[in-house]
């Protein structure tokens, strides 16, 4: 490790087990001192442009004053309170608000910490729906290859089977059905075949809609969300939408559910819910969900409770972040990173080892073939001052909705040379 590294990093490097990496091989962890609206300053000194939004949460860039504020107003007042049998006004607050901003009847919001376990959440919610209704054996799920729902043991068994980083956990998951989205009238036809042998086990169908992010930026036309929701219908399963990475504008309007008309029976949201500022995360029941939970038998409750499950500091940030949502103006800025993305990706089409380009919104991603190695990709475009954390085959931007023209202009130029 270089001698002019930090002592906290030197004195931390053998103990702290990082995500994702080979810790025997990983490039060594870039020293953070400081973040400022897209900007990751360096303990040595160096800027960066944060192309990901710090794994897509800080939509509206970092350290937002009015974020900020509220944290702090929070922080001196109540940083924490446990949420069994007592109540507090910033969560009360924001499940109002989510259930006025969600479409359909999506009203009842239940608290967690992070993205997987509200997913884990949503998952036991419509198992219990089910046995809470009479119909014991509907246990099972179905979900879709290329899609990503979390890293815990429920979550990783919905997950892409063939994604990678799940295939040694194969044989201690629960078997689930992962299938092919029905993009086209021939998948369709598959599905509701499959449906029609398979329905009477599954409690519900689970979707990234729009966009199926950790899986490799997969892109599905609206159209896919409104044959799900028929065929759930058709077949009396639930419908559970993944938010996580598509909620809160992300792909151009503040669900990704609302470009298709439809709603689920469940949907869950964390990451940009708190601004990409505290960790949050929950899981929201139409009335019909919650309607099976209301009862006089103890045995029909949701018996689950996070422990930090509404934190008062969290909720001040997403009630605060909503806030910003609030005028609207945040709609024109990502139609115009789309249109920027559009454009300053386009030049990687015509490069060597560049399979597609795909656009939605405040997302860009490149995919690439095997010729191509992106951590020398990733460490070309730290070299020009832009972070980026390629996955699998796809080098991705999805900036904080604040970014300037000129630093996207960046970002772009940055992937666009590395690639070359």
């Given at each position: 490790?270089?001698a002019n590294?930090?002592?906290?990093?030197?004195?931390?490097?053998?103990?702290?087990?990082?995500?994702y990496?080979?810790m025997?091989?990983?490039a060594?962890?870039?020293?953070v001192?400081?973040t400022?609206?897209?900007?990751i300053?360096l303990n040595?000194?160096?800027?960066l442009?944060d192309?990901i939004g710090?794994w897509?949460?800080a939509?509206?860039?970092?350290n937002?004053?009015?974020?900020?504020?509220?944290?702090?107003?929070?922080?001196?007042?109540?940083?924490?309170?446990?949420?069994?049998?007592?109540?507090h006004?910033p969560a009360?607050?924001l499940a109002?608000?989510?259930?006025k901003?969600?479409?359909?009847d999506l009203?009842?919001v239940?608290?967690?910490e992070?993205?997987s376990?509200?997913?884990?959440?949503?998952?036991?919610?419509a198992?219990q729906?089910?046995r809470n209704?009479g119909?014991t054996?509907?246990?099972k799920?179905?979900?879709f290859?290329?899609?990503?729902?979390?890293?815990?043991?429920?979550?990783m068994s919905?997950c892409?089977?063939?994604?990678g980083m799940h295939t040694?956990?194969a044989?201690?998951m629960?078997?689930q059905?992962?299938?092919g989205?029905p993009?086209d009238?021939?998948?369709?036809?598959?599905l509701a075949?499959y449906l029609a042998?398979y329905?009477?086990?599954?409690a519900?169908?689970?979707?990234e809609?729009?966009?199926?992010?950790a899986?490799?930026?997969l892109?599905h036309n609206?159209?896919?969300?409104?044959?799900l929701?028929?065929l759930?219908?058709?077949?009396?399963m639930?419908?559970i939408?993944?938010?996580?990475?598509?909620?809160?504008?992300?792909?151009?309007?503040?669900?990704?559910?609302q470009s298709?008309?439809?709603e689920?029976d469940?949907v869950t949201l964390s990451?940009?819910l708190?601004?990409?500022?505290l960790?949050?995360?929950?899981?929201v029941?139409s009335?019909r969900?919650?309607?099976?939970?209301?009862?006089?038998?103890?045995m029909?409750?949701?018996?689950?409770?996070?422990?930090?499950?509404?934190n008062?500091?969290?909720c001040?940030a997403?009630?605060?972040?909503?806030?910003l949502?609030?005028d609207g103006?945040w709609q024109?800025?990502?139609s115009a990173?789309?249109?920027?993305?559009?454009?300053?990706?386009?030049?990687?089409?015509?490069?060597?080892?560049v399979?597609?380009?795909r656009?939605?919104?405040?997302?860009?991603?490149v995919e690439?073939?095997?010729s191509?190695?992106?951590k020398?990709?990733?460490?070309a475009c730290?070299a020009a001052?832009?972070?980026?954390?390629p996955?699998?085959?796809?080098?991705?931007?999805?900036?904080?909705?604040s970014?300037?023209?000129?630093d996207l202009?960046r970002l772009c130029?940055?992937?666009?040379s590395s690639?070359?």
């Amino acid at each position: 490790m270089p001698a002019n590294n930090p002592e906290w990093l030197t004195d931390g490097v053998g103990h702290v087990w990082r995500p994702y990496c080979q810790m025997k091989t990983a490039a060594p962890a870039l020293a953070v001192d400081s973040t400022n609206g897209v900007e990751i300053h360096l303990n040595d000194g160096r800027i960066l442009i944060d192309g990901i939004g710090s794994w897509w949460t800080a939509v509206h860039g970092y350290n937002h004053p009015h974020i900020m504020a509220a944290i702090s107003a929070q922080l001196a007042k109540m940083p924490h309170i446990m949420f069994g049998g007592l109540a507090h006004e910033p969560a009360y607050r924001l499940a109002a608000r989510l259930a006025k901003l969600l479409p359909g009847d999506l009203n009842h919001v239940f608290f967690a910490e992070s993205g997987s376990v509200s997913v884990e959440i949503a998952m036991k919610m419509a198992v219990q729906y089910w046995r809470n209704s009479g119909a014991t054996g509907r246990t099972k799920f179905l979900s879709f290859l290329g899609g990503y729902h979390g890293d815990t043991f429920a979550t990783m068994s919905i997950c892409d089977p063939e994604e990678g980083m799940h295939t040694i956990f194969a044989n201690v998951m629960a078997a689930q059905h992962v299938v092919g989205l029905p993009v086209d009238a021939a998948s369709t036809v598959a599905l509701a075949a499959y449906l029609a042998e398979y329905a009477h086990e599954i409690a519900a169908i689970i979707v990234e809609p729009l966009v199926q992010g950790a899986g490799g930026m997969l892109m599905h036309n609206p159209d896919v969300l409104r044959t799900l929701r028929r065929l759930a219908d058709a077949h009396g399963m639930l419908l559970i939408f993944d938010e996580i990475f598509t909620g809160f504008g992300r792909t151009g309007t503040l669900f990704a559910m609302q470009s298709a008309g439809v709603e689920p029976d469940i949907v869950t949201l964390s990451k940009a819910l708190t601004g990409g500022v505290l960790p949050l995360s929950c899981a929201v029941a139409s009335t019909r969900v919650f309607a099976a939970f209301w009862s006089d038998d103890p045995m029909a409750a949701l018996m689950h409770g996070p422990t930090y499950m509404a934190n008062p500091l969290g909720c001040a940030a997403a009630n605060a972040s909503l806030d910003l949502f609030e005028d609207g103006t945040w709609q024109a800025r990502v139609s115009a990173i789309s249109a920027q993305l559009t454009i300053g990706l386009a030049p990687c089409r015509s490069l060597p080892g560049v399979v597609d380009v795909r656009v939605l919104g405040a997302i860009g991603a490149v995919e690439v073939d095997k010729s191509i190695d992106l951590k020398r990709v990733a460490s070309a475009c730290h070299a020009a001052g832009c972070f980026i954390r390629p996955f699998g085959r796809i080098v991705y931007l999805t900036p904080a909705y604040s970014i300037s023209e000129p630093d996207l202009a960046r970002l772009c130029a940055a992937i666009v040379s590395s690639l070359s």
